[in-house]
Protein backbone atom coordinates (compact mmCIF):
# COMPACT_ATOMS: atom_id res chain seq x y z
CA UNK A 1 0.00 0.00 0.00
CA UNK A 2 1.45 3.08 -0.68
CA UNK A 3 1.80 5.62 1.99
CA UNK A 4 0.39 8.96 1.85
CA UNK A 5 1.39 12.65 3.31
CA UNK A 6 -1.74 14.68 3.04
CA UNK A 7 -2.10 16.39 6.21
CA UNK A 8 -5.31 18.14 7.03
CA UNK A 9 -7.13 20.96 8.80
CA UNK A 10 -9.99 19.64 10.29
CA UNK A 11 -10.76 21.69 12.88
CA UNK A 12 -14.17 22.74 12.19
CA UNK A 13 -15.13 19.91 10.21
CA UNK A 14 -18.34 18.71 11.72
CA UNK A 15 -17.97 15.31 13.28
CA UNK A 16 -18.84 12.06 11.01
CA UNK A 17 -22.70 10.96 11.77
CA UNK A 18 -23.98 14.39 12.01
CA UNK A 19 -25.23 15.78 9.49
CA UNK A 20 -25.68 12.64 6.99
CA UNK A 21 -23.01 12.27 4.13
CA UNK A 22 -23.19 16.29 3.54
CA UNK A 23 -21.32 16.72 6.86
CA UNK A 24 -18.60 13.91 5.07
CA UNK A 25 -18.42 15.83 1.56
CA UNK A 26 -18.42 19.67 2.41
CA UNK A 27 -18.17 20.85 -1.41
CA UNK A 28 -21.50 21.94 -3.34
CA UNK A 29 -20.72 19.25 -5.95
CA UNK A 30 -19.31 15.93 -6.83
CA UNK A 31 -17.97 15.46 -10.51
CA UNK A 32 -18.72 13.39 -13.21
CA UNK A 33 -15.92 11.35 -15.23
CA UNK A 34 -17.40 13.44 -18.17
CA UNK A 35 -16.85 16.49 -16.12
CA UNK A 36 -20.36 17.19 -15.34
CA UNK A 37 -21.80 18.18 -12.20
CA UNK A 38 -23.09 15.55 -9.77
CA UNK A 39 -25.22 16.98 -7.37
CA UNK A 40 -25.93 15.18 -3.78
CA UNK A 41 -29.18 14.51 -3.80
CA UNK A 42 -28.02 11.87 -6.72
CA UNK A 43 -25.99 9.81 -3.80
CA UNK A 44 -28.25 10.90 -0.59
CA UNK A 45 -29.93 7.73 1.40
CA UNK A 46 -26.85 5.27 -0.08
CA UNK A 47 -24.15 3.61 1.33
CA UNK A 48 -20.98 5.48 -0.05
CA UNK A 49 -17.65 4.29 -0.34
CA UNK A 50 -15.32 6.98 -0.23
CA UNK A 51 -12.48 5.81 -3.14
CA UNK A 52 -8.52 7.15 -2.01
CA UNK A 53 -6.32 6.27 -5.15
CA UNK A 54 -4.30 7.79 -7.36
CA UNK A 55 -3.16 7.17 -10.97
CA UNK A 56 0.32 6.40 -10.30
CA UNK A 57 0.14 4.11 -7.85
CA UNK A 58 0.03 0.36 -9.95
CA UNK A 59 -2.38 -1.33 -6.70
CA UNK A 60 -4.79 1.20 -7.76
CA UNK A 61 -4.72 0.42 -10.79
CA UNK A 62 -5.18 -2.93 -10.22
CA UNK A 63 -7.69 -2.76 -7.77
CA UNK A 64 -10.05 0.40 -9.61
CA UNK A 65 -11.69 -2.56 -12.26
CA UNK A 66 -11.99 -5.02 -9.00
CA UNK A 67 -14.08 -2.17 -7.58
CA UNK A 68 -15.48 -1.09 -10.91
CA UNK A 69 -17.21 -4.83 -11.24
CA UNK A 70 -18.41 -5.08 -7.80
CA UNK A 71 -20.09 -1.60 -8.42
CA UNK A 72 -21.48 -2.59 -11.52
CA UNK A 73 -23.70 -5.49 -10.26
CA UNK A 74 -24.46 -3.64 -7.41
CA UNK A 75 -26.00 -1.01 -9.79
CA UNK A 76 -27.86 -3.69 -11.03
CA UNK A 77 -29.66 -5.17 -7.48
CA UNK A 78 -30.41 -1.99 -7.12
CA UNK A 79 -28.25 -2.08 -3.56
CA UNK A 80 -27.97 1.32 -3.12
CA UNK A 81 -24.56 1.93 -3.55
CA UNK A 82 -22.11 4.73 -4.48
CA UNK A 83 -18.68 5.07 -4.86
CA UNK A 84 -17.20 8.54 -4.57
CA UNK A 85 -13.03 9.14 -5.78
CA UNK A 86 -10.92 10.92 -3.88
CA UNK A 87 -8.12 11.50 -6.27
CA UNK A 88 -4.18 11.54 -4.81
CA UNK A 89 -2.88 12.31 -8.29
CA UNK A 90 -0.51 15.35 -8.27
CA UNK A 91 -1.95 17.29 -11.53
CA UNK A 92 -4.86 17.61 -13.46
CA UNK A 93 -4.15 15.50 -16.51
CA UNK A 94 -3.60 12.39 -14.18
CA UNK A 95 -7.00 13.09 -12.28
CA UNK A 96 -9.03 13.35 -15.66
CA UNK A 97 -7.05 10.34 -17.08
CA UNK A 98 -7.97 7.93 -14.02
CA UNK A 99 -11.20 9.18 -12.97
CA UNK A 100 -12.17 8.24 -16.81
CA UNK A 101 -11.69 4.68 -16.27
CA UNK A 102 -14.12 5.05 -13.72
CA UNK A 103 -18.03 4.68 -13.49
CA UNK A 104 -18.50 6.65 -10.44
CA UNK A 105 -18.20 10.71 -9.14
CA UNK A 106 -15.50 12.04 -7.34
CA UNK A 107 -14.18 15.00 -5.34
CA UNK A 108 -13.50 17.72 -7.82
CA UNK A 109 -9.73 17.67 -8.31
CA UNK A 110 -9.25 21.37 -7.10
CA UNK A 111 -10.71 20.68 -3.68
CA UNK A 112 -7.46 20.59 -1.80
CA UNK A 113 -9.25 21.43 1.29
CA UNK A 114 -12.04 19.06 1.17
CA UNK A 115 -9.78 16.08 0.51
CA UNK A 116 -7.20 17.08 2.66
CA UNK A 117 -10.07 17.15 5.35
CA UNK A 118 -11.26 13.56 4.43
CA UNK A 119 -7.55 12.35 4.36
CA UNK A 120 -7.18 13.57 7.88
CA UNK A 121 -10.72 12.58 9.37
CA UNK A 122 -10.49 8.68 7.99
CA UNK A 123 -6.88 8.96 8.57
CA UNK A 124 -5.38 7.67 5.45
CA UNK A 125 -1.57 6.80 5.08
CA UNK A 126 -1.24 4.60 2.35
CA UNK A 127 -3.79 3.43 -0.93
CA UNK A 128 -6.12 1.94 -2.23
CA UNK A 129 -8.33 2.83 0.33
CA UNK A 130 -12.05 2.21 0.32
CA UNK A 131 -14.19 3.91 3.63
CA UNK A 132 -17.53 2.86 3.86
CA UNK A 133 -20.05 5.47 5.29
CA UNK A 134 -23.88 5.15 6.19
CA UNK A 135 -26.41 6.88 4.71
CA UNK A 136 -26.00 9.49 8.17
CA UNK A 137 -22.46 9.67 7.81
CA UNK A 138 -21.41 6.95 10.04
CA UNK A 139 -18.46 4.45 9.69
CA UNK A 140 -19.30 1.41 8.62
CA UNK A 141 -15.76 -0.16 7.57
CA UNK A 142 -12.76 1.87 7.70
CA UNK A 143 -10.88 -0.12 4.88
CA UNK A 144 -13.45 -2.26 2.60
CA UNK A 145 -11.10 -2.48 0.24
CA UNK A 146 -9.85 -6.35 1.03
CA UNK A 147 -13.27 -7.47 1.21
CA UNK A 148 -13.81 -6.60 -2.31
CA UNK A 149 -10.89 -7.43 -3.82
CA UNK A 150 -11.88 -11.11 -1.62
CA UNK A 151 -15.50 -11.26 -1.85
CA UNK A 152 -16.43 -8.69 -4.88
CA UNK A 153 -20.34 -7.59 -4.70
CA UNK A 154 -21.06 -10.23 -1.80
CA UNK A 155 -19.32 -8.01 0.81
CA UNK A 156 -22.00 -5.27 0.82
CA UNK A 157 -23.50 -3.83 3.16
CA UNK A 158 -19.55 -3.60 4.10
CA UNK A 159 -20.96 -4.16 8.10
CA UNK A 160 -19.31 -6.33 10.97
CA UNK A 161 -22.18 -8.97 10.52
CA UNK A 162 -21.85 -9.69 6.90
CA UNK A 163 -18.55 -9.79 7.03
CA UNK A 164 -18.88 -12.60 9.80
CA UNK A 165 -20.89 -14.31 7.65
CA UNK A 166 -19.02 -14.38 4.62
CA UNK A 167 -16.00 -15.52 6.77
CA UNK A 168 -18.05 -18.33 8.50
CA UNK A 169 -19.12 -19.60 4.78
CA UNK A 170 -15.33 -19.62 3.69
CA UNK A 171 -14.34 -21.98 6.62
CA UNK A 172 -17.24 -24.54 6.02
CA UNK A 173 -16.00 -24.25 1.83
CA UNK A 174 -12.39 -24.85 3.37
CA UNK A 175 -13.46 -28.03 5.62
CA UNK A 176 -14.52 -29.63 2.79
CA UNK A 177 -12.31 -28.68 0.40
CA UNK A 178 -11.64 -31.06 -2.70
CA UNK A 179 -10.12 -30.70 -5.95
CA UNK A 180 -13.09 -31.29 -7.66
CA UNK A 181 -15.32 -29.29 -6.13
CA UNK A 182 -11.55 -26.72 -6.69
CA UNK A 183 -11.96 -26.35 -10.21
CA UNK A 184 -16.04 -26.32 -10.19
CA UNK A 185 -15.77 -23.28 -8.74
CA UNK A 186 -14.34 -21.81 -12.62
CA UNK A 187 -16.96 -24.22 -14.05
CA UNK A 188 -13.96 -26.66 -15.29
CA UNK A 189 -14.28 -30.75 -15.94
CA UNK A 190 -10.75 -30.77 -17.92
CA UNK A 191 -7.33 -29.68 -18.23
CA UNK A 192 -5.46 -28.66 -21.45
CA UNK A 193 -1.89 -30.34 -21.79
CA UNK A 194 0.62 -31.33 -24.15
CA UNK A 195 -0.79 -34.16 -25.78
CA UNK A 196 -4.81 -33.37 -25.38
CA UNK A 197 -7.59 -32.73 -22.44
CA UNK A 198 -6.62 -33.74 -19.39
CA UNK A 199 -9.67 -34.47 -16.71
CA UNK A 200 -9.28 -33.45 -13.72
CA UNK A 201 -9.93 -36.33 -11.67
CA UNK A 202 -6.56 -37.64 -13.04
CA UNK A 203 -4.80 -35.20 -10.57
CA UNK A 204 -6.99 -36.93 -7.15
CA UNK A 205 -4.24 -37.89 -4.99
CA UNK A 206 -1.26 -35.62 -6.27
CA UNK A 207 0.33 -33.12 -4.37
CA UNK A 208 -1.30 -29.96 -7.24
CA UNK A 209 0.12 -26.85 -7.54
CA UNK A 210 -2.17 -23.74 -8.83
CA UNK A 211 -0.09 -21.36 -10.97
CA UNK A 212 -1.42 -17.92 -11.22
CA UNK A 213 0.06 -16.20 -13.75
CA UNK A 214 0.16 -14.08 -16.83
CA UNK A 215 2.37 -13.04 -19.99
CA UNK A 216 2.71 -9.50 -19.60
CA UNK A 217 4.13 -9.85 -16.59
CA UNK A 218 7.99 -9.74 -16.06
CA UNK A 219 7.98 -11.70 -12.81
CA UNK A 220 6.18 -14.67 -13.98
CA UNK A 221 8.07 -14.89 -17.17
CA UNK A 222 10.88 -15.08 -14.52
CA UNK A 223 9.62 -17.45 -12.00
CA UNK A 224 8.41 -19.09 -14.46
CA UNK A 225 11.65 -20.41 -16.04
CA UNK A 226 12.42 -21.60 -12.54
CA UNK A 227 9.65 -23.08 -11.39
CA UNK A 228 9.75 -25.25 -14.70
CA UNK A 229 13.24 -26.28 -13.79
CA UNK A 230 11.99 -27.49 -10.41
CA UNK A 231 9.03 -29.26 -11.94
CA UNK A 232 11.22 -30.81 -14.33
CA UNK A 233 13.65 -32.09 -11.46
CA UNK A 234 10.79 -33.09 -9.03
CA UNK A 235 9.41 -35.23 -12.04
CA UNK A 236 12.55 -36.79 -13.18
CA UNK A 237 12.59 -38.15 -9.09
CA UNK A 238 9.09 -39.55 -9.44
CA UNK A 239 7.44 -37.27 -7.05
CA UNK A 240 3.58 -37.00 -7.34
CA UNK A 241 3.31 -33.07 -8.08
CA UNK A 242 1.59 -31.76 -10.91
CA UNK A 243 1.17 -27.84 -11.34
CA UNK A 244 -1.74 -26.41 -13.00
CA UNK A 245 -1.88 -22.78 -14.72
CA UNK A 246 -4.65 -20.56 -14.04
CA UNK A 247 -4.27 -18.01 -16.44
CA UNK A 248 -4.60 -14.37 -15.76
CA UNK A 249 -3.63 -12.96 -19.29
CA UNK A 250 -5.75 -10.37 -20.78
CA UNK A 251 -5.88 -12.17 -24.03
CA UNK A 252 -5.83 -15.25 -25.59
CA UNK A 253 -2.56 -14.43 -27.22
CA UNK A 254 -0.93 -14.03 -24.25
CA UNK A 255 -2.55 -17.25 -22.43
CA UNK A 256 -1.38 -19.42 -25.66
CA UNK A 257 2.91 -17.57 -24.98
CA UNK A 258 2.71 -18.62 -21.97
CA UNK A 259 1.37 -21.82 -21.70
CA UNK A 260 4.32 -22.68 -24.66
CA UNK A 261 6.62 -22.00 -21.58
CA UNK A 262 4.98 -24.25 -19.43
CA UNK A 263 5.41 -28.13 -19.11
CA UNK A 264 2.98 -28.52 -16.84
CA UNK A 265 -1.46 -28.68 -17.63
CA UNK A 266 -3.63 -25.82 -17.72
CA UNK A 267 -6.68 -24.23 -17.59
CA UNK A 268 -8.88 -23.50 -20.84
CA UNK A 269 -8.43 -19.88 -21.47
CA UNK A 270 -12.04 -18.36 -21.59
CA UNK A 271 -11.59 -14.92 -22.34
CA UNK A 272 -11.38 -13.47 -18.72
CA UNK A 273 -8.83 -14.12 -15.75
CA UNK A 274 -9.60 -16.85 -13.48
CA UNK A 275 -11.24 -14.31 -11.13
CA UNK A 276 -13.51 -16.68 -9.37
CA UNK A 277 -10.46 -19.16 -8.26
CA UNK A 278 -8.18 -15.52 -7.53
CA UNK A 279 -10.60 -14.67 -5.16
CA UNK A 280 -11.15 -18.21 -3.53
CA UNK A 281 -7.67 -18.21 -2.58
CA UNK A 282 -7.66 -14.38 -2.31
CA UNK A 283 -4.85 -13.78 -5.06
CA UNK A 284 -3.40 -10.53 -4.67
CA UNK A 285 -0.27 -10.64 -7.40
CA UNK A 286 0.97 -12.59 -9.77
CA UNK A 287 3.15 -15.21 -9.97
CA UNK A 288 1.35 -16.79 -7.02
CA UNK A 289 1.77 -20.48 -6.34
CA UNK A 290 -0.95 -22.51 -3.99
CA UNK A 291 -0.58 -25.97 -3.58
CA UNK A 292 -2.74 -28.08 -2.83
CA UNK A 293 -2.25 -31.69 -0.88
CA UNK A 294 -3.20 -34.90 -1.52
CA UNK A 295 -6.44 -35.01 0.06
CA UNK A 296 -7.64 -32.00 -1.87
CA UNK A 297 -6.95 -29.36 1.28
CA UNK A 298 -4.72 -26.24 0.70
CA UNK A 299 -1.14 -26.78 2.21
CA UNK A 300 0.11 -23.23 1.27
CA UNK A 301 -0.61 -20.21 -0.70
CA UNK A 302 2.97 -19.14 -0.26
CA UNK A 303 4.49 -21.71 -2.95
CA UNK A 304 6.03 -18.94 -4.98
CA UNK A 305 7.82 -18.11 -1.44
CA UNK A 306 9.52 -21.47 -0.28
CA UNK A 307 10.55 -22.47 -4.22
CA UNK A 308 12.70 -19.54 -4.21
CA UNK A 309 13.81 -20.16 -0.36
CA UNK A 310 14.48 -23.93 -1.00
CA UNK A 311 13.61 -25.12 -4.65
CA UNK A 312 12.87 -28.34 -5.45
CA UNK A 313 13.65 -29.19 -1.52
CA UNK A 314 10.51 -26.97 -0.58
CA UNK A 315 8.34 -30.38 -1.96
CA UNK A 316 5.79 -31.30 -0.42
CA UNK A 317 5.32 -28.11 0.94
CA UNK A 318 4.22 -28.58 4.19
CA UNK A 319 4.21 -27.26 7.50
CA UNK A 320 6.18 -30.04 8.87
CA UNK A 321 8.92 -30.23 6.22
CA UNK A 322 9.54 -26.87 5.95
CA UNK A 323 10.24 -26.68 9.86
CA UNK A 324 12.54 -29.72 9.20
CA UNK A 325 14.10 -27.13 5.80
CA UNK A 326 14.57 -24.18 8.67
CA UNK A 327 15.84 -26.19 11.07
CA UNK A 328 18.71 -27.58 8.45
CA UNK A 329 19.29 -23.96 7.83
CA UNK A 330 20.07 -22.88 11.04
CA UNK A 331 22.21 -25.39 11.32
CA UNK A 332 24.25 -25.03 7.94
CA UNK A 333 23.96 -20.91 9.03
CA UNK A 334 26.80 -21.91 12.04
CA UNK A 335 29.46 -22.68 9.21
CA UNK A 336 29.01 -19.11 6.94
CA UNK A 337 31.37 -16.12 7.88
CA UNK A 338 29.19 -13.85 10.33
CA UNK A 339 30.62 -11.07 8.04
CA UNK A 340 31.59 -10.24 4.60
CA UNK A 341 32.09 -7.88 2.03
CA UNK A 342 30.25 -8.14 -1.23
CA UNK A 343 30.53 -6.74 -4.80
CA UNK A 344 27.00 -5.09 -4.81
CA UNK A 345 27.58 -2.89 -1.42
CA UNK A 346 30.23 -0.79 -0.20
CA UNK A 347 29.59 -1.80 3.27
CA UNK A 348 30.34 -4.89 5.24
CA UNK A 349 27.51 -7.02 5.68
CA UNK A 350 26.84 -8.84 8.73
CA UNK A 351 24.79 -12.15 9.18
CA UNK A 352 21.36 -12.24 10.76
CA UNK A 353 18.33 -14.18 11.53
CA UNK A 354 14.44 -14.27 11.83
CA UNK A 355 15.63 -13.55 15.72
CA UNK A 356 18.22 -10.96 15.23
CA UNK A 357 16.55 -8.49 12.87
CA UNK A 358 16.33 -10.67 9.98
CA UNK A 359 12.89 -11.12 8.09
CA UNK A 360 10.97 -11.14 4.60
CA UNK A 361 13.14 -9.53 1.87
CA UNK A 362 14.27 -9.52 -1.27
CA UNK A 363 18.03 -10.10 -2.01
CA UNK A 364 19.62 -7.49 -3.88
CA UNK A 365 22.07 -10.06 -5.62
CA UNK A 366 19.53 -12.16 -7.40
CA UNK A 367 16.19 -10.14 -6.86
CA UNK A 368 14.34 -13.28 -5.17
CA UNK A 369 12.55 -13.42 -2.03
CA UNK A 370 14.44 -13.99 1.03
CA UNK A 371 13.26 -14.75 4.61
CA UNK A 372 15.38 -14.60 8.36
CA UNK A 373 18.85 -15.80 7.56
CA UNK A 374 20.58 -13.14 5.25
CA UNK A 375 23.40 -10.77 5.09
CA UNK A 376 22.58 -7.22 5.71
CA UNK A 377 23.46 -3.81 5.97
CA UNK A 378 22.34 -2.63 8.90
CA UNK A 379 22.62 1.28 8.03
CA UNK A 380 21.75 0.85 4.79
CA UNK A 381 18.85 -1.84 4.18
CA UNK A 382 21.05 -3.83 1.72
CA UNK A 383 20.20 -7.35 2.22
CA UNK A 384 21.45 -11.04 0.06
CA UNK A 385 20.91 -14.10 0.73
CA UNK A 386 23.59 -16.41 2.73
CA UNK A 387 24.19 -18.35 -0.48
CA UNK A 388 24.19 -15.43 -2.84
CA UNK A 389 26.72 -13.82 -0.26
CA UNK A 390 28.75 -17.33 -0.51
CA UNK A 391 28.82 -18.10 -4.28
CA UNK A 392 29.03 -13.96 -5.88
CA UNK A 393 31.74 -13.15 -7.68
CA UNK A 394 33.49 -10.05 -5.26
CA UNK A 395 32.51 -11.69 -1.72
CA UNK A 396 34.52 -12.31 0.59
CA UNK A 397 34.69 -13.14 4.72
CA UNK A 398 34.96 -10.12 6.62
CA UNK A 399 35.86 -10.58 10.07
CA UNK A 400 34.50 -13.02 12.55
Known sequence: MARLNMAGDPGDAP?????????????????????NEVQFAEIDGKIIGLYFAANWYPKCEAFTPVLGA???QLKERGAGFEVVLVSCDEDRPSFERFHRTMPWPAVPFGDLRCKKRLSERFQVE?????????????VVHPDAADLVHRYGERAFPFTAARVAELEADDQRKYASQTLEKLFSING???????????????????????????????PCIKFTT???AIYSSLRVNAEDFEIVYVPMDREEDGYLRSCSDMPWLALPYDGVPSRALARYFDVREIPTLVVVGPDGKTVTRDG??????????????????IRLLQEAEDEAAKEYPQSLRHR????????????????????????????????????CGYEIHLRCGQNA????????
Open 126 to 138: GIPRLVVLAPDGA
Open 393 to 400: EGGSAGTA
Open 188 to 218: KEYLNGGNGQVPISSLVGKTVGLYFSANHCA
Open 15 to 35: EVGEGGIRSVLTMGSLVAPSG
Open 226 to 228: KLA
Open 304 to 321: RNLVNLYFDMAFPFTDAH
Open 344 to 379: GHRHELSIVSEKSGGGPYICCECEEQGLGWAYQCIA
Open 70 to 72: AYE
